[in-house]
Every structure is written in C-alpha cells, then in structure tokens.
C-alpha cells in the first residue's frame, strides 16, 4: 500500500502478544474501528502468510486485558455496523488551503457549519490523493464537535454496497435501511463504485431521497464529475447535480511546499533548511498524498543512513521515482486555445468550423470533446469556456461535457482519442519550439 496510507493507519499499531493462532494488535482508540473495518483482509493475509494460515488478528485497545478471548462472530459484526471514528489528522486545521481547492474548502466547511443549510448535496470531485476524502473526514469532525448532537455517518460506496448484500443475504435490508437512513448528515466516499451496481444505485437513490427530503445532509465525493459517469442512472446523476458540485485540482508549487512544511511540523522533523522541501515539490506535481509519499522515504532513509536532509538526499532517494522535470519545459495550465488547437488537428476541422454553429456530426463532436477537454484541463469557468467558443453560454458547454462523457463511457476509439489528447495536452511544451 502506499507510504502515506501505512504512516496514517498502521504504523501506529502495535503487537500485543500471540494467543494459540490469535495474533493480538493494539490501535490508539481514534483509529481502532477504521483500521479493524478497513484494513482486516490486509493485516489477516499478511499475519497467515507468516504465522501460518490459520492465524486470525485481534485489532484491540491499548489497555485490553491480553488474555481476553478474541471477539466472537456476534460481536465482530456489531463492530463493523459500528460508526466508523474520524482520523485525528484529517480536520479543517490540517488541510493546506491554496487557489486548487479554496473553493472546496469553503464549501465543506458551510456545510459543516450548517448541515442541510448551504449545500444539498456538496458533491466534491477530483482525481485521487487531492484532499476530498480529508474534508470528508474534516465535517465529520466539525459536526460531531459542534453539531449540537447531530448524528453523523461516513462511509464508502463500496462499503455501502458490501453491507447491502449482506443485508440482502441475511434478510436484514430494513435495519441497513434504517442504519443509514436515520442520520442527519451522511458521508459517502468514492461515489463511482456505484456504477453498474443496479440493485445498489437503487437502493442508494432512495436513501438520498429519503435523506434530502428530511432536511439531512449529504456529502459526496468522487474521482470525476457527475457528467462523466454515464454509467449511473439519469435520476441519481441528477441528484448528484441538484446541489453543489466543487472540484479540487492538482496544488500549485506554494500550495505543494505549505502542504510539505505542515506535515513536517506536524511530525516535529528537523530539517537544517528548506532545501530538501523545495526538491520534493518540484519533482512531485500531482497530490498531496503523493507529496507526504515522498517526504517519508526521504525521511525514512536519513533515519536508516544518519545523512542529513537536504535536497542532495532527497534528489538522489527520489531520482528514479520522479524524474526531474525538464529545465526548458513549460508546465503551465493548458488553455482554452492549445485544447482547441490540438482538438482541430486531431479531428481534421478548421478552428472556425469549430467556432461556428454547424451541427454537422463529425464537426459537433469535435466540439463536445473541445468542452469536455476545456473543462477538464484549463481550470477555466464554464462561463468563460462558452466564451472561447464563439460565445456560448454556460449551459451548453455543460451539456457538451454531459453528452462527452456519456459517449466516452461506451466507446472504446472516443476513448482512445479523447486519452491520447490528453496526453499530448499533459506534454511539455519546449520554449525554444514556441
């Protein structure tokens, strides 16, 4: 698994003793549930890939008495329709606010401060390790501090529809109904796993429901718009729509360093300067995750050699995992223009066919795909992208990034063009060239 996921979930677990083929671990109180939900199959192979295969893992508290008997079958399953805790990182303190997310930000937290009020549903999107799941977990702490008793529940689509079919199987639909359905703020991470899961798109589409109707809030997130999943049902995508959608982007270099120097204080490393922070934001562009990612192995070798951590250590550590980035490469957002440009090209019209109002078929797909990419790429709004288009309104380009995403879904070549766009939209670009 990932460095940052290990650093946060289980490292901080500790082996107790080893009772009969009962392999005993303590979890701080904060993360035992989580870590016991999330982590069991990880931790029960890795243990049989040791111990033997017979050998279970007994996630229990710090004080736990050690020759307690493991949980029986009864109570495990009461510990796992347990609400699951919030880690203590992932609060609105911790979270590196830069031009990325500011808007994200903001959105969680009103909907912290007043659930059911500002934002319903809050759909949060963004490619993976850039915060949504952080905030997530930082209005679940908001509400449970200052919610003045509300009732909160986080959890995964993927968990939702794991305990859907064990209800289903167990004939126990209405207490899972009833779990999920009598609460007054409801977090549903990594919403595309809904996708192609017909009995669970519906039962989910009646929880909504059930929920919005009630005043309660909901919060979703998700690793792509609500357009680009046209795999969902049209009713549940325009639940998904009907409230706010706010996207995260990748962090810029100052949003990068703030997010290093904060885990730094928060983990009490000493560095002599600053220099070994600056190698690792410039080689790492992506996410956050990625970030923390890095500045563990970079740590994790000074702890193994005694060197110190500067940016000499951190380039040769990361070196063959991130190359450095070419000194005469321009990084910069696409714009409106070079997506047009690359667009044209690629489906062999002029800029002014695609400017223009033909409907043509091959001419009104570029187009769509134009959008799709603009919206995706530029970090323009949707406003200003109608404007690069011959001045469009905001509501066709939406409906241009909706009929994208529904053919991308299904078509493999729209696929296959539309990813080797992408691509040369990600390349850089050399000044000498330009």
């Known amino acids: 698994m990932p460095d940052s996921t290990f650093e946060i979930w289980l490292a901080p677990l500790r082996p107790r003793g080893l009772i009969d083929d009962t392999l005993v671990v303590t979890a701080p109180d904060e993360i035992r549930s989580w870590v016991a939900d999330r982590f069991a199959r990880v931790l029960q192979t890795c ?17 736990a008495p050690l020759g307690e008997p493991p949980a029986r079958p009864a109570a495990a399953a009461a510990a ?169 982007k990748a962090p810029d270099l100052a949003t990068r360093l703030a997010i290093l120097r904060k885990r730094v204080q928060h983990d009490a490393i000493e560095l002599p300067d600053e220099g070994a922070l600056h190698a690792i934001a410039h080689r790492i562009t992506t996410n956050a995750r990625a970030l923390e990612g890095a500045l563990i192995r970079v740590v994790a070798f000074h702890s193994l050699t005694g060197r110190v951590i500067d940016a000499a250590l951190a380039d040769e550590v990361l070196g063959g995992l991130y190359p450095a980035p070419r000194a005469a490469a321009r990084r910069e957002t696409p714009t409106i223009e070079r997506v047009q440009e690359l667009t044209c090209a690629a489906f062999e019209v002029s800029r002014e066919e695609l400017l223009s109002g033909a409907r043509a078929g091959p001419v009104a797909w570029a187009r769509q795909v134009a959008m799709y990419l603009a919206r995706r790429h530029t970090g323009a709004s949707l406003p200003a992208i109608g404007a690069g288009f011959g001045g469009r309104n905001h509501t066709t380009v939406m409906y241009a990034c909706r009929k994208a995403g529904e053919r991308l879904a299904t078509d493999p070549t729209a696929q296959a063009l539309v990813h080797d766009l992408e691509r040369r939209l990600a390349e850089p670009r050399d000044d000498r060239a330009n």
Do not use: W
Not at 47 to 63: E, I, K, Q
Not at 146 to 161: D, I, K, N, P, Q
Not at 209 to 234: F, I, K, W, Y
């Open 80 to 248: 796992r329709d347990a609400e699951p805790e919030f880690h203590p990182k992932l609060t609105f303190d911790q979270f590196v606010i830069g031009d990325s997310n500011r808007f994200a930000h903001a959105a969680a937290l009103a909907v912290a401060e007043m659930p059911g009020q500002a934002y319903n549903p809050l759909f949060l999107y963004g490619p993976p390790g850039l915060g949504k799941t952080h905030l997530l977990h930082a209005i679940g702490h908001y509400v449970r501090a200052h919610g003045g008793g509300l009732r909160v529940r986080s959890t995964t689509a993927e968990r939702f529809t794991n305990e859907f079919v064990a209800a289903i199987q167990a004939k126990g639909t209405e207490d899972f109904k009833a779990r999920f359905r009598d609460t007054d703020v409801l977090l549903i991470d990594d919403v595309q796993f809904l996708q192609r899961k017909a009995k669970t798109e519906e039962e989910f589409f009646h929880t909504f429901n059930a929920l919005h109707e009630t005043g309660s809030q909901l919060v979703l997130t998700c690793d792509r718009l609500p357009a680009d999943m046209a795999a969902l049902e049209a009713r549940l995508l325009e639940r998904f729509q009907a409230g706010l959608v706010a996207e995260l």
């Open 47 to 63: 243990a049989a890939a040791v111990l033997g295969p017979r050998t279970t893992v007994d996630v229990v508290a710090p004080d």
